[in-house]
């Protein structure tokens, strides 16, 4: 009844103003509905107003205490959608603090029902929904989000041609064999395999599958201090070993690229790092060169811009933050606890952009910010 009233005052209006002159805006929405989704995490997705015609489909997966909203706000991805016709997921973490799973065995396997599985469903649906191009899916992410691009690019190859990972670990370095566990050796770079190892660590999760993998892109920076720079190593360790790349000498070497911080690494085709000296947790969100490397602007291949990386991106700066005390917003939410007057736990959150909790850690754990929206104890 109420659908009929709004669909018949919707139709007035239609029939007044004339539909070519009714706006339609593309929005954020929440889909509660896109199959089997046992881990519970929650998807949003950005349809632009401008769809292609057999649309990309960009999946984007927020960091620790991160949203579906702040990513679509924080990064360029919606932006470009309405340019170039993608359609893009945001899925949302159902945690308690919000990182990912990437550390229990369901999401470390193929179908093993996990936020891993639930991100494949929320894929699946939307190729279905939007008659989009099942060849041309992609997933980049931040931090947490980083080790989830690299965790489904093991368990889902199948399913995506490339991938863009800002500060992440390799797949299956954050085991714990509990959900949404953290792994402190592994987040201080002291999980160190051979390249065999590494490879076989993502083989391993789906096992028997010998098609196409993803192309991968993987971005950190040397002064990462919630996600040591050693991740970065790893990780090309591991996507070198799985294309079978040489890990020790990449074929081409490119400095200031593609800005003065940073130092491209290409191993081949499918395997490109990107090194910033200096550079924090935070490495800017690069769209432009994301948007090449997915063959969705360009040739395909990874291209230099003369553009300034930042200046593409409404997230946070490279620079490395050194407070120790993050200046939590002013909050329009009531904090449910005042802060300095509570203690936030071992890796616990204790600031952030739009943060209320307590700011002050546990002794003897520090506040680290992270990024412009997170802080941990550490
Ligand atoms: C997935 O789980 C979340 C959280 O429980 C819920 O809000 C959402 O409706 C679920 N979606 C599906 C398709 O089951
Ligand atoms: C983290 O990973 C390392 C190396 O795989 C493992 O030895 C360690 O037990 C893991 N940590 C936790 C807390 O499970
Ligand atoms: C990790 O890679 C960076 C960039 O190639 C390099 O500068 C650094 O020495 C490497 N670290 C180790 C321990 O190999």
Known sequence: MRLSSITSGFLALASFTGAAEIVKRAALTQVTSFGA?????????????????????????????????????????????????????????????????????????????????????????????????????????????????????ATYPEMFAAASAYSGVPAGCFYTGSVAGWNSTCSQGQSIHTQTEWANTALNMYPGYTGARPKMQVFHGSADTTLYPQNFNETLKQWSGVFGYTYGSPQQTVGQNPSSAYTKYVYGPNLVGYYGVGVGHSVPVMGDLDLAWFGITGGGSPTTTSTPAASTTAAPSSTLVTSTKPSTTSATATPSSTPGTCTAARWAQCGGSGFTGCTTCASPYACKVSNAYYSQCL
């Open 37 to 153: 989704n046992t881990s519970g995490a929650k998807m949003y997705i950005y349809v632009p107003d401008k769809l292609a015609a057999n649309p990309a489909i960009i999946v984007a997966v927020h960091y620790c205490s991160g949203t579906a909203s702040a990513y679509y706000s924080g990064t360029p991805y919606a932006k470009l959608a309405e340019q170039y016709g993608f359609i893009v997921i945001y899925p949302e973490s159902p945690y308690s603090g919000t990182c990912w799973d990437v550390s229990s065995p369901a999401t470390l396997t193929h179908n093993g029902g996990g936020n891993s599985n639930s991100i494949a469903n929320m894929v699946t649906y939307t190729i279905s929904k939007y008659n989009a191009d099942s060849s041309r899916v992609f997933v980049t992410g931040t931090s947490s989000g980083a080790m989830m691009t690299n965790v489904l690019s």
